[in-house]
RNA sequence: GCCGAUAUGGUGGAAUUGGUAGACACAACGGACUUAAAAUCCGUUGGCCGUUAGGCCGUGCGGGUUCGAGUCCCGCUGUCGGUACCA
């Protein structure tokens, strides 16, 4: 890029204004209590997801988001609102672990480099964050509170009853055994297969496998005992309660469907002595079970295998213990499986069907057995063919008779009291059929598992906890924040034992009492930290009541943050991880509202010039810093803005860059002129005069699209009506000040740097302009009478095709218009041969005529 | 396979409740200024036919509703994203 002259001195005046607002703590915002907070203000709370500050330095997709929530700030504020706009660090993560691993570092170093890093970027962009409400999650006042959360998770239980957490206390004064209480606890210990990965040196939660496979890491499945939390407690609420939320419908169903609720019914079947349980949402198929299958690892293989059977079934189960989740699934195109040798009942009929273990029955889901019906379902016809097993037709298809296997409602056949009846009827009939006998009964199953919330890695919080004689205990509140111990060397063990184990010191604290030694997740740190902002310094409490109060709206429906950007990707996960904590909080008393994210928006990808999506081995990544280095911070921001819509996928484009950067030097130059020696002066066309009719109405115009654009976060739009804006003003010999300052008013959200800067000078020579920031200052006025026109095109059609186009008076009465359109010329050749059938007059926009 | 999003000029994208398709930009071309270039300013720019006037066609494809469809309905196709034996 050869050097060339600055369209505007960016590079000048855009550090000093953001200086400026560092200096005069232009965006910091009080909170309750303080002794400039303003009650009858209304507050906004305005949520970036705040980012892993990595070694790579912030990457242009992030400045999307925050430049959206940015202009959302600026907006508010001049609308009078108090506005929460914060910003922090999601600080734990393995990459600096891995960095220590690789330099024998403390990650704690590279952290607090790579911090600084963004935090110099962030502040190059001239956001309006509060600074002072900055949270890391590495923080030990933080990890405190993140700590302390987990202990009220650990101390409650979920009330079926009342369908919330309680305190577990009250199963304590029950009566309860240790064991029964630790069994109910929100967070517990269980033994469960997992991901290990054996060069991470940690377990994995299932999200998070595939991402670390492919950067070429080892996963491998084995039982360990692992810390869970009991979020599938919260599923049903966690699916209702999605409704009153103003998210975009995609992302609440995919949430819905990540929880995956599914109705059907238990039914219990007899092989032999035992009773096998299966789960079906379609018990309307009953009579058509030719066989049952159970998942590998299910209990009771060992008991219904019969001896010449038993080498089969063992060295089935052996194959697929050592085959973890993936290679199950990528090997599905076969189905396996071995036969028990054992026999089930079938209790509505009594016939007796063979029981077979297969991988395609997983022991995580349902009950661990199905009943199969390969009439019916896809993967048990498949399985049917395959091992020749019988197929029994019950269930007939409306309309024409399909081939193989139909999974659709239709109406019952072969299937004895329910024959004709239509699916949902059966389903509901034998369902009341099963219960009456004692044989089943309605049942729910959801998708979702408990989350597993321990890793074997260093840097994350510890747990809390310590192990005397076989049991957990939790540590006293007045022993957090608890911190890991500095080590010699990061490498992983090895084996799944925690990192945290070789610090023999810190583990062992005498009497057999010693340390848990896992670590939490990094969703840990993420799940709170929007509570924290409102109140960061609190040392009482994670938020204090009057932040919470104010802050997460406890008089609004529904309450919470109002706004949260920020990428789909975490859609499922963090949106789902926070909504259950909050949750919990909520039910212990700790916060007043339901659900912490009011109004969700993600923003779609920014992929690189060649339309893939930005990668280091692609070579197509756009650095911020060289964007802002080579046109400005504002440029950067509005070209993000203007790209397209903001929930869509677009690609970058440096030609687009430079369009605004043009666009910003028109501005510039509407109100500076550079002379022989290069200093710019105020522009003579710069009159201070009452606005003409056309200057107010092209203005006006602008308020109302910017206003409204902002308000549905159409940013790209709001920038091309202040485009048309300056456009139009910018070719006048005469340029009215006012209507300058309202745009620049209106520009300031987008291109604050700018437009202060442009403000400042007018305001220093004009008496009428005044010389406060625009930050401060009101957003400008509508007045809609400047908008009404008395006259208006209207356009004249003949069948639908534009023949014609006239003007017509604002008021003037269909019959008026009518007359007017028949009269025009070129209408009257197009109908001159033709009957006039039809005339439709659309006041303000149309006249056809129809003809033939 | 299933779920979701999406399809408009050479490109990114605009288009109230169905009512002038292509706003605003980018690129391209032509012109002005300049010794020259850059920057800036002015003009042209969906396709086809036509010297002009003007006409015909045109929003992924095929149907439909309507005076009128990018927009609504039915049936497809492509692209992107998510998910994957969940019984």
Redesign the pocket.
Same mark, same amino acid.
């Given at each position: 890029m050869p050097t060339?002259r600055k369209?505007f001195p960016f590079d000048e005046f855009e550090p000093r204004w953001q200086a400026h607002w560092e200096k005069e703590s232009t965006f910091s915002v009080p909170n309750p209590g303080d002794a400039d907070f303003d009650a009858a203000k209304p507050k906004y709370y305005v949520l970036d997801m705040f980012p892993y500050p990595s070694g790579a330095g912030l990457h242009v997709g992030h400045p999307e988001g925050y430049t959206a929530t940015d202009i959302i700030t600026r907006y508010k504020r001049m609308q009078g609102y108090n506005v929460l706009h914060p910003m922090g660090w999601d600080a734990f993560g393995l990459p600096a672990e891995q960095h220590a691993i690789k330099t024998g570092e403390h990650p704690r170093i590279n952290t607090e480099n790579n911090t600084a890093n963004f935090r110099r970027q962030l502040k190059r962009l001239g956001f309006a964050y509060d600074w002072s409400r900055e949270v890391n999650t590495t923080d030990p006042s933080y990890v405190k509170w993140t700590q302390w959360i987990f202990l009220q998770l650990y101390n409650s239980y979920f009330c079926e009853e009342e369908n919330k957490a309680k305190p577990i206390k009250e199963l304590e004064d029950a009566g309860l055994s240790r064991e029964e209480i630790d069994d109910r606890r929100l967070a517990y210990v269980a033994e469960t297969p997992v991901n290990w990965s054996p060069d991470l040196g940690t377990v994995l939660a299932n999200?998070e496998v595939e991402e670390w496979k492919e950067k070429g890491h080892t996963v491998e499945r084995r039982p360990l005992r692992q810390w869970m939390l009991r979020i599938t407690a919260y599923a049903q609420r966690l699916i209702d309660e999605l409704e009153g939320l103003d998210w975009p $419908?995609?992302i609440k169903?995919?949430q819905t469907?990540w929880i995956?609720r /599914?109705e059907?019914a238990e039914v219990d079947f007899l092989i032999g002595e035992e009773t096998v349980t299966v789960?079906?949402?379609?018990p309307d198929t009953l009579f058509g079970a030719t066989y049952m299958v159970l998942?590998p690892e299910h209990p009771l293989v060992s008991e219904i295998t019969t001896k010449d059977q038993a080498d089969a079934v063992a060295a089935y189960q052996q194959a697929c213990a050592t085959k973890s989740?993936l290679e199950?699934?990528e090997?599905?195109k076969e189905?396996t499986g071995v036969f028990t040798g054992g026999f089930a009942i079938n209790p509505v009929n009594g016939k007796e069907i063979p029981v077979w273990i297969a991988? %395609?029955?997983?022991m995580? %889901?349902?009950t661990?057995a199905?009943m199969a019906v390969p009439a019916h379902?896809e993967?048990d016809f498949e399985f049917a063919s395959q091992f020749k097993l019988e197929v029994i037709e019950v269930v007939e298809a409306p309309g024409e008779p399909i081939e193989g296997c139909f999974a659709g409602e239709g109406t019952s056949i072969n299937s004895g009291f329910l024959d004709g009846l239509p699916t949902k009827e059966a389903k509901a009939k034998i369902t009341a059929w099963l219960e009456e006998k004692g044989l089943g009964k309605k049942s729910i199953?959801f998708?979702l598992r408990d989350w597993l919330f321990s890793r074997q890695r260093y840097w994350g919080e510890p747990f809390p906890i310590v192990w005397r004689d076989g049991h957990h205990e939790a540590l006293p509140e007045s022993e957090l924040p608890l911190l890991a111990p500095d080590l010699k060397d990061y490498k992983p063990t090895g084996t799944p034992e925690p990192l945290l184990s070789k610090a023999t010191d810190w583990v062992e604290l005498g009497d057999g009492v010693m340390r848990e030694t896992n670590t939490m997740p990094q969703w840990g740190g993420s799940c709170w930290y929007y509570l924290r902002y409102c109140d960061p310094t609190n040392p009482e409490a994670p938020i204090g009541k009057a932040a919470d109060a104010y802050w997460m709206g406890e008089n609004q429906n529904p309450g919470g943050v109002d706004l949260y950007v920020g990428g789909s990707e975490h859609a499922v996960l963090h949106l789902l991880y926070a909504r259950f904590w909050h949750k919990v909080l909520f039910d212990l008393g700790h916060v007043t509202t339901p659900e912490p994210f009011q109004r969700y928006f993600p923003p779609g990808l920014i992929m690189g010039e060649d339309g893939q $999506?930005m990668s280091k081995s692609r070579g197509n990544v756009v650095n911020p810093d060289d964007v802002v280095e080579l046109y400005g911070a504002d440029s950067l921001r509005l070209y993000e803005m203007f790209?397209?819509?903001l929930e869509?996928?677009?690609?970058w484009?440096m030609?687009?860059v430079?369009?605004?950067y043009?666009?910003l030097? $028109?501005v510039w130059r509407m109100v500076l002129v550079q002379d022989q020696e290069g200093d710019w002066n105020l522009s003579e066309k710069l009159k201070e005069q009452d606005p003409d009719k056309a200057a107010n109405k092209v203005v006006h115009a602008t308020i109302k699209k910017v206003g409204e654009d902002i308000e549905s976060l159409?940013f790209?739009?709001a920038? /091309?009506q202040m485009?048309?804006c300056t456009?139009e003003l910018s070719?006048r010999d005469t340029i009215p000040v006012s209507s300058v300052v309202t745009l620049l008013e209106v520009l300031s959200p987008f291109a604050p740097h700018i437009s202060e800067e442009l403000n400042a000078r007018l305001g220093a020579r004009f008496d009428s302009v005044s010389s406060e920031p625009l930050a401060d200052r009101e957003w400008p006025e509508l007045d809609e009478s400047y908008l009404v026109e008395d006259e208006v095109?209207i356009?004249l059609?003949v069948?639908?095709?534009?023949?014609d186009?006239i003007m017509v008076g604002k008021d003037d009465d269909k019959e008026t218009v009518e007359a007017a359109a028949l009269a025009s010329e070129k209408v009257q050749n197009f109908i001159a041969d033709l009957t006039v059938r $039809?005339v439709?007059v659309?006041p303000g926009?149309?006249v056809?005529v129809?003809a033939n």
């Open positions: 060339r369209q999200e $419908k995609g169903l995919l469907n995956g /599914s059907g789960f079906t949402t379609r998942a989740d199950r699934t090997l599905a189905k991988d %395609y029955v997983m995580g %889901y349902g661990g199905i379902d993967r199953n998708k $999506k790209m397209g819509p869509q996928v677009k690609p484009s030609k687009g430079e369009g605004v043009r666009f030097g $028109k159409s790209n739009t920038i /091309s485009m048309v456009n070719k095109e356009v059609q069948n639908g095709k534009v023949r186009k $039809k439709i659309v926009r149309l056809n129809v």
